[in-house]
């Protein structure tokens, strides 16, 4: 089966109690037992529930993996994934991973004494470098947040498989419709769901997605075992939302590439982040391990923190918060809001600038997204000039 047939049917059939074509929210904690250990396969809600279970099942058939996990947020299935290492384990990192996955290694799990080394993971020799006897795991996101930088999945997994070290691709940015980290030889994949697979900025969820049986079997261990599930409701929302995400994600994507292509023509912008831009230094490598560049968009303006909050105020579709992967055009203002808790010199050392902005770009009508930014621009342009 093709993607959107598998968004749309994979670990669904219609009710066989009602025929309901809908998977239904099965909202009980509990499930009744025809006598002692004989039962349907559910026995308490947090161990299975079959909303879940529908759920579950279509993600690992999007990402063509066997096993999939759902949780109660993307940290929750991150922090699942720290249960396949223990005490005195090493992790390699990409250095610009999500600022929550960032702060759970380095401030919450180091207590546990796992050590991470957090690494430019464009480079396959610094990765090479930094591995150690005790090196279990190799973490990387790809595009990354807000630079959009590519880690080549292939070679690093091809890489950590001859050392033994499990490769966990983040693939949140580009969702199973552009990118399959499997298929290129990652062993786990994990998503916040709560961004393009949901879609419509109306619920928080995570998953992970393996082939690896010995994987899947530690993670559910340790899925009931820690419990950070999500209810019935919230599987529901993530499984409706992800029967568009075909739809959803080539909308967004043909967007952001004319957003990305306006941004280049624009006089007060320096710098324009997209790897559908043929001015992307990875643009060869996105065209080789992606379907599709995705809809995220990041720009530096001259002006600095002044004229990125100026274009902030002055657009009326593009709204400022926290977030992507939703229908909206969003902004976000990397240095005070993603990435605030990062040192000041580690921030500009990578680029992350206080003239940084991202868009994640929505699916309304590109003519009104581009109205929308050539008036906040024009705004931005009265106002240097003023000045100067
Ligand atoms: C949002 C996000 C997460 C965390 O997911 P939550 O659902 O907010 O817990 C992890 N990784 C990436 C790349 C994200 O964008």
């Known amino acids: 089966m093709k993607f959107s ?22 909202q009980t904690s509990t499930f009744a037992q025809e006598s002692i250990g004989v039962h349907k396969g559910f026995e308490y809600a947090r161990t299975h529930n079959p909303t ?39 992790v390699i990192v990409g250095e610009d991973v999500y600022g929550g996955t960032y702060r759970l290694f380095a401030k919450v799990l180091n207590k546990y004494g796992i050590e991470f080394t957090f690494i430019d993971s464009r480079d396959l020799n610094v990765v090479k470098k930094n591995i150690r006897p005790n090196t279990k795991m190799l973490w990387i996101e790809t595009p990354t947040n807000p630079l959009l930088r590519l880690a080549d999945i292939k070679a ?27 298929d290129l030889g990652a062993d786990v994949v994990v998503h916040s769901t709560t961004k393009y697979i949901g879609g419509h900025s109306d619920v928080v969820g995570g998953a992970i997605v393996t082939n690896d049986d010995v994987i899947y ?11 950070g599930v999500p209810g019935p409701m919230d599987c529901f929302l993530v499984l409706r939302g992800l029967k568009t995400l075909s739809l959803r994600a080539n ?25 559908g831009l043929t001015s992307h230094p990875q643009h060869d490598l996105a065209k080789a391990q992606m379907r599709g560049f995705g809809g995220m968009v990041s720009f530096v303006l001259k002006g600095g923190f002044e004229a ?28 005070s809001m993603t990435h605030g808790s990062v040192p000041e010199s580690d921030r500009i050392e ?19 997204l581009l109205e929308d930014l050539t008036t906040a621009f024009s705004v931005l342009d009265k106002k240097l000039k003023i000045k100067v």
């Open 5 to 26: 047939t598998k968004a749309i049917h994979a670990g669904q059939e219609p009710d066989p109690a009602t025929g309901a074509i809908m998977t239904p929210i099965y």
């Open 52 to 90: 879940r279970q529908a759920l579950e099942k279509c993600l690992a058939s999007l990402e063509n993996g066997k096993y999939g996990l759902a949780f109660a947020s993307g940290m929750a299935a991150t922090s699942c994934c720290a249960n396949l290492l223990k005490a005195g384990d090493h």
């Open 156 to 182: 690093l997994s091809l890489e950590a498989k001859n050392h033994k070290i499990i490769t966990v691709v983040d693939n949140t940015f580009a969702s199973p419709y552009f990118q399959n980290p499997l």
């Open 217 to 227: 079997e530690t993670l559910l261990f340790h899925q009931n075992a820690v419990g």
């Open 251 to 275: 909308a967004h994507a043909k967007n952001a590439q004319e957003v990305a292509r306006f941004l280049e023509n624009q006089k007060l912008v320096e710098k324009v982040y997209y790897p």
């Open 308 to 335: 990125a909050n100026t274009l902030c105020q002055n657009t009326k579709i593009f709204t400022l918060a926290e977030s992507l992967g939703g229908i909206e055009s969003l902004i976000c203002h990397p240095s």
């Open 350 to 368: 990578r680029g992350i600038v206080d003239g940084l902005l991202r868009f994640s770009v929505g699916i309304e009508d590109i003519d009104d």
